[in-house]
């Protein structure tokens, strides 16, 4: 029959279609392979909030270590390569090798079917326990008796699947970090947490008011393997090695070393809150104070003078400046800073080849944004100076460009300084936005130190106070040049 | 010096100016009078073209100011303004306020448009308030900060658009004789003025304007004992 003959002919050409597009980037990348030499260093991405694979060694300069750092080192010296980490959230991880930017991934990460739709796994080299985590006296030992109960779960990790698998759960909540588990818990909104074992364990030393019950481990789906991009080369030189690592005990040693002892009695600190326990990391959390001075500095300096510029262009009386600077007021006021922080880090690599680094992206989307907002408050502050002011520089022939800097600029300027500390008193607490893509500003170490000690409250009490006197000597310096360029009153 | 023909000015439908045609010699004295809005002040405006004329020709020592390619900055530097409310750049001390056009558009040196500031200031009688800041002074003060302004640039050409109306009348004599003392040192100027007997003793002709037109061109003797037009008598009644 016709029909038949056509449905034959959709499925081959789809076929061919799926099969250039599954070979097409395995293909270019052996054509790469063939004309350079190997890469000397790989670099692997990874989410260092993850004790004991991954986390900051907030007390050691910030190195990161943990198992998954260890495997990894022993297996790129097996095959003669350099490791270099690259540190940023979890949930961007595989955007991140997409984009060329990180040549795998060792983060706990498990080969889940939805993952393996877009990067390939190596074979699996650890196979973790789901745990319950719960306050003392509620005794949840088994998937049944979750049942009717809130799950918490971190967001894209394999948990979240078991919590969804529990019948008749009566939420299941999806958090960020796993000191936000704890603070849910905690805070009663969340009956019970899954997470898997090494995390529970840490979980309840840090917390003497909860405990932890295993589930039966699942061999099948629950190992942690090594992503790489579809069609990578490395999967099958890193396959060997991990077999080896399982045969020369390599991998036990290594085990061993970072699960001490699983079984261990409690430490137990029931203090809701205890600053004893940043010991250690504060000098780690201070560096971060530069950061985010650093970052604030070059985005409102980037804000202010594109910010001036649009504001000329909007009054310049010249139609396409004036729509330009329209319309750039108009998108940059009218979409949420981190989507374009999000869009300006992860998509100029793909567009332009360039390697934006975080900082350098941070800095810009800020900027741009800020400038946004600050063209709207210069040109009021510039149309704010009386008009003779203009018409006695110009009588006087001095030129436009001189004008507006030395005349109309200090006035304007004077007019909106109240407004402008404004902005630097936004970009400071909005600047936090900007550990998402892994600066390592206040936020970004707040939450590291979080992950480490397991608890919620106290980095975060810690570095609310350090924004708190970052805004409040910014503004009495604001107060003080407002006195200064007074005087002439 | 100044040459002037069939000068128009219209804001939307509104015609300010309907056709103004002189000439003024060098050193001459203008006092410009008639009735509000009779375009005293938009007449000396076009002339160093804060307002654009609709239609005419303006010259200047026989550079055309209203030519499409005139170097109008340049025109500009030689015409000097004082404006009715003095417009002094208010985060600038009185003599960094006179020093700023020579050291930034003549390009000359600092330390010499400070001595020549200082000499300006000493002339209009207000050495002392070199380092004030222009709020610190009287309105009179400031009119004369104004002047002593102007002169830095050594214009040709000096317009006052109504220097004095924005005065307390204690302090109008102040800036009235600093004018006169000028006028008298053979500067070219354009007075827009209610002072009636200070454009009789200080001027050399009186424009008479009203409704847009130059109505009557008089020395001071005779428009102000034999004017000719209705027009005005009748203004010469009211304000005298």
């Not at chain 1, 958090?175 to 947490?193: C, G, H, M, T, W």
């Not at chain 1, 907002?373 to 006695?392: H, N």
């Not at chain 2, 008298?184 to 002072?195: K, N, P, Y």
């Given at each position: 029959?016709?029909?038949?003959?056509?449905?034959?002919?959709?499925?081959?050409?789809?076929?061919?279609?799926?099969?250039?597009?599954?070979?097409?980037?395995?293909?270019?990348?052996?054509?790469?392979?063939?004309?350079?030499?190997?890469?000397?260093?790989?670099?692997?991405?990874?989410?260092?909030?993850?004790?004991?694979?991954?986390?900051?060694?907030?007390?050691?300069?910030?190195?990161?270590?943990?198992?998954?750092?260890?495997?990894?080192?022993?297996?790129?010296?097996?095959?003669?390569?350099?490791?270099?980490?690259?540190?940023?959230?979890?949930?961007?991880?595989?955007?991140?090798?997409?984009?060329?930017?990180?040549?795998?991934?060792?983060?706990?990460?498990?080969?889940?079917?939805?993952?393996?739709?877009?990067?390939?796994?190596?074979?699996?080299?650890?196979?973790?326990?789901?745990?319950?985590?719960?306050?003392?006296?509620?005794?949840?030992?088994?998937?049944?008796?979750?049942?009717?109960?809130?799950?918490?779960?971190?967001?894209?990790?394999?948990?979240?699947?078991?919590?969804?698998?529990?019948?008749?759960?009566?939420?299941?909540?999806?958090?960020?970090?796993?000191?936000?588990?704890?603070?849910?818990?905690?805070?009663?909104?969340?009956?019970?947490?899954?997470?898997?074992?090494?995390?529970?364990?840490?979980?309840?030393?840090?917390?003497?008011?909860?405990?932890?019950?295993?589930?039966?481990?699942?061999?099948?789906?629950?190992?942690?393997?090594?992503?790489?991009?579809?069609?990578?080369?490395?999967?099958?030189?890193?396959?060997?090695?991990?077999?080896?690592?399982?045969?020369?005990?390599?991998?036990?040693?290594?085990?061993?070393?970072?699960?001490?002892?699983?079984?261990?009695?409690?430490?137990?600190?029931?203090?809701?809150?205890?600053?004893?326990?940043?010991?250690?990391?504060?000098?780690?959390?201070?560096?971060?104070?530069?950061?985010?001075?650093?970052?604030?500095?070059?985005?409102?300096?980037?804000?202010?003078?594109?910010?001036?510029?649009?504001?000329?262009?909007?009054?310049?009386?010249?139609?396409?400046?004036?729509?330009?600077?329209?319309?750039?007021?108009?998108?940059?006021?009218?979409?949420?800073?981190?989507?374009?922080?999000?869009?300006?880090?992860?998509?100029?690599?793909?567009?332009?080849?360039?390697?934006?680094?975080?900082?350098l992206a941070a800095g810009l989307a800020f900027g741009l944004n800020s400038a946004a907002y600050l063209s709207e408050t210069i040109r009021a502050g510039i149309m704010a100076v009386d008009k003779g002011q203009r018409e006695a520089a110009i009588a006087l022939g001095i030129p436009y460009r001189k004008m507006m800097i030395s005349i109309i600029f200090p006035q304007a300027l004077r007019n909106i300084l109240p407004a402008l500390v404004n902005e630097c008193v936004a970009l400071i607490k909005e600047s936090s936005l900007v550990s998402v893509i892994g600066v390592a500003d206040l936020m970004r170490r707040a939450d590291v130190v979080r992950a480490s000690t397991f608890r919620s409250f106290e980095a975060l009490l810690l570095i609310a106070a350090i924004y708190y006197v970052l805004v409040l000597v910014l503004t009495s310096l604001a107060r003080m040049l407002e006195r200064r360029l007074r005087r002439s009153d | 010096m100044i040459n002037v023909d069939q000068l128009t000015k219209s804001f939307g439908k509104n015609q300010v100016l309907k056709g103004i045609t002189t000439s003024i010699r060098k050193g001459e004295v203008v006092a410009l009078i008639g009735p509000s809005g009779s375009g005293k002040s938009t007449f000396l405006r076009c002339l160093n073209l804060l307002e654009v004329p609709t239609s005419g020709f303006i010259s200047i020592n026989g550079d055309e100011l209203t030519a499409p390619k005139a170097n109008v900055a340049a025109i500009r530097q030689n015409i000097g303004m004082v404006f009715q409310h003095f417009h002094l750049f208010p985060h600038m001390t009185v003599l960094q306020n006179i020093t700023f056009a020579p050291t930034q558009v003549k390009g000359m040196s600092l330390a010499e448009a400070q001595d020549k500031g200082m000499a300006l200031l000493a002339k209009v009688g207000l050495s002392d308030k070199a380092d004030s800041y222009p709020s610190k002074l009287s309105g009179g003060q400031k009119q004369r900060v104004a002047i002593a302004r102007s002169l830095a640039m050594e214009p040709e050409i000096m317009l006052f658009d109504e220097p004095t109306s924005a005065l307390d009348p204690e302090m109008v004599k102040e800036v009235l004789n600093v004018i006169k003392d000028l006028a008298d040192s053979g500067m070219t100027m354009l007075i827009v003025t209610h002072e009636m007997k200070f454009a009789r003793e200080a001027a050399d002709t009186i424009y008479f304007l009203d409704q847009g037109l130059l109505v009557e061109k008089a020395t001071p003797e005779q428009f102000f004992t034999q004017p000719k037009s209705d027009r005005a008598i009748r203004f010469l009644e009211q304000v005298l």
């Amino acid at each position: 029959m016709n029909k038949h003959k056509l449905h034959v002919l959709y499925v081959s050409l789809l076929t061919m279609v799926l099969l250039i597009v599954s070979f097409g980037p395995a293909l270019s990348v052996f054509a790469e392979e063939a004309t350079e030499l190997p890469k000397k260093t790989l670099v692997m991405g990874t989410s260092p909030d993850f004790p004991p694979y991954e986390s900051v060694d907030a007390k050691n300069n910030g190195e990161i270590i943990g198992l998954d750092i260890d495997i990894a080192k022993y297996i790129l010296s097996e095959l003669g390569y350099e490791l270099k980490i690259a540190s940023m959230d979890f949930g961007g991880l595989i955007a991140a090798m997409q984009s060329g930017r990180v040549d795998f991934i060792m983060s706990g990460m498990s080969a889940t079917e939805e993952r393996k739709q877009s990067v390939d796994f190596s074979d699996p080299y650890y196979f973790a326990r789901n745990t319950i985590v719960s306050k003392k006296d509620s005794n949840y030992n088994s998937i049944e008796s979750l049942s009717g109960k809130i799950i918490g779960a971190q967001l894209g990790s394999v948990q979240e699947a078991v919590a969804y698998s529990v019948e008749d759960a009566a939420e299941v909540r999806k958090l960020n970090k796993i000191a936000d588990l704890i603070q849910e818990i905690n805070s009663n909104r969340v009956d019970a947490a899954i997470v898997e074992d090494a995390v529970a364990v840490e979980m309840t030393n840090a917390n003497g008011q909860l405990v932890m019950n295993f589930l039966p481990a699942e061999e099948n789906d629950n190992g942690y393997a090594i992503a790489f991009p579809k069609g990578s080369p490395y999967v099958a030189e890193f396959n060997t090695v991990i077999a080896q690592m399982q045969e020369n005990g390599k991998l036990d040693e290594l085990l061993l070393k970072w699960f001490p002892d699983a079984n261990a009695a409690s430490k137990g600190n029931n203090k809701l809150i205890d600053f004893s326990i940043l010991q250690g990391y504060v000098p780690y959390i201070m560096k971060g104070v530069g950061v985010t001075l650093l970052f604030t500095l070059v985005s409102a300096v980037l804000g202010f003078i594109l910010g001036s510029l649009l504001s000329l262009c909007k009054i310049s009386g010249i139609k396409p400046l004036e729509w330009f600077a329209t319309a750039y007021t108009s998108i940059f006021r009218g979409t949420p800073l981190l989507v374009q922080l999000m869009l300006i880090y992860y998509a100029t690599p793909q567009l332009t080849g360039y390697d934006i680094p975080a900082l350098l992206a941070a800095g810009l989307a800020f900027g741009l944004n800020s400038a946004a907002y600050l063209s709207e408050t210069i040109r009021a502050g510039i149309m704010a100076v009386d008009k003779g002011q203009r018409e006695a520089a110009i009588a006087l022939g001095i030129p436009y460009r001189k004008m507006m800097i030395s005349i109309i600029f200090p006035q304007a300027l004077r007019n909106i300084l109240p407004a402008l500390v404004n902005e630097c008193v936004a970009l400071i607490k909005e600047s936090s936005l900007v550990s998402v893509i892994g600066v390592a500003d206040l936020m970004r170490r707040a939450d590291v130190v979080r992950a480490s000690t397991f608890r919620s409250f106290e980095a975060l009490l810690l570095i609310a106070a350090i924004y708190y006197v970052l805004v409040l000597v910014l503004t009495s310096l604001a107060r003080m040049l407002e006195r200064r360029l007074r005087r002439s009153d | 010096m100044i040459n002037v023909d069939q000068l128009t000015k219209s804001f939307g439908k509104n015609q300010v100016l309907k056709g103004i045609t002189t000439s003024i010699r060098k050193g001459e004295v203008v006092a410009l009078i008639g009735p509000s809005g009779s375009g005293k002040s938009t007449f000396l405006r076009c002339l160093n073209l804060l307002e654009v004329p609709t239609s005419g020709f303006i010259s200047i020592n026989g550079d055309e100011l209203t030519a499409p390619k005139a170097n109008v900055a340049a025109i500009r530097q030689n015409i000097g303004m004082v404006f009715q409310h003095f417009h002094l750049f208010p985060h600038m001390t009185v003599l960094q306020n006179i020093t700023f056009a020579p050291t930034q558009v003549k390009g000359m040196s600092l330390a010499e448009a400070q001595d020549k500031g200082m000499a300006l200031l000493a002339k209009v009688g207000l050495s002392d308030k070199a380092d004030s800041y222009p709020s610190k002074l009287s309105g009179g003060q400031k009119q004369r900060v104004a002047i002593a302004r102007s002169l830095a640039m050594e214009p040709e050409i000096m317009l006052f658009d109504e220097p004095t109306s924005a005065l307390d009348p204690e302090m109008v004599k102040e800036v009235l004789n600093v004018i006169k003392d000028l006028a008298d040192s053979g500067m070219t100027m354009l007075i827009v003025t209610h002072e009636m007997k200070f454009a009789r003793e200080a001027a050399d002709t009186i424009y008479f304007l009203d409704q847009g037109l130059l109505v009557e061109k008089a020395t001071p003797e005779q428009f102000f004992t034999q004017p000719k037009s209705d027009r005005a008598i009748r203004f010469l009644e009211q304000v005298l």
